[in-house]
């Protein structure tokens, strides 16, 4: 008791010393007509401009995630690979599509594995071309402009090109990125040509100009060339032949057998919001919808945001996804994912009865069915006059992927592999443990918590959400969510919100600093551990008002984006 209390004490003077005040957030934009919403402002006022000048949300969508390949390259890229949800008012209908990287076909469970000792080697997974899956993001841009694109597919790509050719200033964000890197970008010549001035061991600083010429070319070529030239040409044959000479295991029928898949989005339903998230291989739309409908039943408004009694039940409905997510949850292209009894009425009731009201449980596993994830990553949210709206979350795992630049053009490569189970129960960057439902097999998607997310209420266009942050994408997402609909926040004060983070393992709530220290002391009365920690995600949020149709914007003020609307 005494060692509680000592440590009690010592935690609550840390937190009194760390602790920042949270600040009120500015007015969120607004617009009539349409907006854009990314973590990065040049892409997004690229987007917008395709909004003006009469491009609809898929054009919008495409401009701004070339432009974020040149300006947020450490993030996401035609290297990586995305998620895409698409909302077309001319159908009333939600549609997804699958842009996830795939494992190389010769790839097997044991690939990162010393044959010898059983021991997964590090490194292999998360540096080098040895850790890249087939891209996908270029298969999945090209998908949705042939469904829905209006504007010529060259159009979309010129201002990115220009930005890459001329260059931009970098900013602090991306500064930091490169130094966070730096260790890894060194390691490889083609790399280091892009990020490093000659002859220097540190990378380009705030404010220096960044000149891409190769990757403008890369980009020019896709724009000429269109979406084969990628997959099924001689720069395919160059790409792999990079590959091969340094070890890795892209071949050539991998680029050319890859597609992008439509999918069935998740579905659920909190306080009259229609909620469409992202379906395995990702695992955030079916835990955003476990978590909400967990909850439903609590007045949280009667204890409000960022109070204990909140935290703690967030906590316990996080904890219970992310342990089913560790067992369930995979490719369903290869494993059999059992959506419909995650989602059970009857299995989420039995879920939320283990849950105790002031005493944190300890779960030891997943759930027992009805008969039975570098936190660089990117997404922006689009709405057009029409009320088309396009949610998309794409990335190249963690900051810079790879760290490999392909040699002449430009493109860095995902390290997309990592987020498998490299082997059942070992933990990977995130932290999270995996079973053998995500387990390495040939062509198959690694298991992904992105979260783009399209809400509708009495089938009018409502929300759009999303944002990068591993497995702390998924909580960001549903926290966004329920601060604008079950608190009352504008949409600004929505996504600058001190947010919370659990997962299971460690058996640790994660919050931002901004949280009163009373409450972190009351939480670990109630027997959590808590780990203060800054912020780890930049959600991007798109609110309609539906009795006056106003378009209200918010990107996460602790980030360098911009919410863009005419």
């Not at 996504?495 to 009351?522: T, Y």
Request: with cysteine; charged share 20%.
């Amino acid at each position: 008791m005494q060692t509680t209390i000592k440590l009690l004490i010592t935690f609550v003077s840390t937190a009194l010393l760390t602790s920042q005040a949270f600040t009120a957030s500015p007015k969120p934009a607004a617009a009539n007509n349409g907006m854009v919403v990314a973590s990065e402002k040049i892409a997004a006022e690229i987007g917008l401009e395709q909004l003006k000048s009469g491009g609809n949300a898929i054009d919008a969508a495409i401009a701004t995630a070339a432009a974020l390949n040149v300006t947020e390259g450490y993030s996401s890229g035609m290297g990586g690979g995305c998620f895409v949800l698409v909302y077309w008012a001319e159908t009333d209908e939600v549609y997804v599509i699958d842009g996830r990287e795939r494992a190389p076909l010769k790839a097997d469970r044991d690939l990162y594995v010393d044959k010898n000792t059983g021991e997964v080697i590090g490194g292999l997974s998360t540096t080098g071309v040895t850790a890249a899956g087939t891209p996908g993001q270029p298969a999945a841009l090209e998908k949705i402009h042939k469904r829905w694109g209006s504007s010529p597919w060259a159009e979309l790509f010129a201002p990115a090109i220009a930005l890459a050719d001329t260059g931009f200033d970098i900013s602090r964000t991306y500064a930091l990125r490169l130094l966070y890197t730096r260790e890894k970008l060194i390691q490889f010549p083609s790399s280091r040509e892009v990020f490093f001035p000659p002859g220097d061991t540190l990378p380009y600083g705030f404010g220096d100009r960044l000149i891409q010429n190769d990757l403008a070319g890369f980009l020019q070529n896709l724009s000429d060339k269109g979406v084969d030239w990628f997959y099924n040409s001689d720069f395919a044959d160059k790409l792999v032949d990079f590959v091969k000479q340094n070890n890795g295991y892209l071949q050539e029928n991998d680029m050319q057998s890859y597609e992008a898949v439509e999918r069935q989005p998740i579905h659920g339903n909190f306080r009259g919001y229609d909620i469409y998230s992202m379906p395995p291989p990702s695992s955030g739309g079916i835990h955003v919808v476990q978590i909400l409908e967990m909850l439903e039943p609590f007045n949280l408004s009667y204890w409000g945001a960022g109070s204990s009694e909140t935290i703690h039940l967030l906590a316990e409905t996080m904890k219970r996804a992310f342990a089913d997510r560790s067992f369930y949850l995979g490719d369903p292209d290869h494993v059999d994912v059992p959506i419909a009894g995650l989602l059970d009425q009857d299995y989420l009731d039995r879920q939320r009865s283990t849950m105790k009201p002031y005493q944190a449980s300890t779960i030891q596993g997943h759930g027992k069915l009805p008969g039975s994830e570098s936190s660089q990553t990117t997404h922006f949210s689009i709405i057009d006059k029409d009320g088309n709206m396009v949610a998309m979350t794409s990335t190249i795992n963690t900051s810079f992927g790879s760290a490999v630049v392909v040699p002449g053009w430009g493109l860095l490569l995902n390290n997309q592999m990592d987020d498998f189970s490299t082997q059942p129960g070992v933990p990977n960057y995130y932290g999270l443990v995996g079973s053998e439902a995500n387990a390495i097999d040939a062509g198959k998607r690694p298991l992904s918590s992105m979260s783009p997310t399209i809400v509708l209420k009495d089938g009018k266009p409502t929300g759009i959400l999303g944002s990068p942050g591993g497995p702390r994408i998924i909580t960001t997402v549903l926290q966004t969510f329920l601060n604008i609909v079950e608190f009352g926040m504008d949409v600004q004060e929505a996504v600058d919100f001190p947010r919370v983070h659990h997962q299971w393992k460690p058996d640790v709530i994660f919050i931002e600093q901004g949280i009163p220290v009373d409450v972190l002391a009351n939480l670990m009365a109630k027997g959590h551990e808590v780990y203060q920690t800054g912020t780890w995600s930049s959600a991007q949020c798109i609110w309609v008002d539906q009795d006056s149709g106003l378009i209200t914007g918010g990107t996460d003020s602790r980030s360098e984006g911009k919410a863009a609307g005419y």
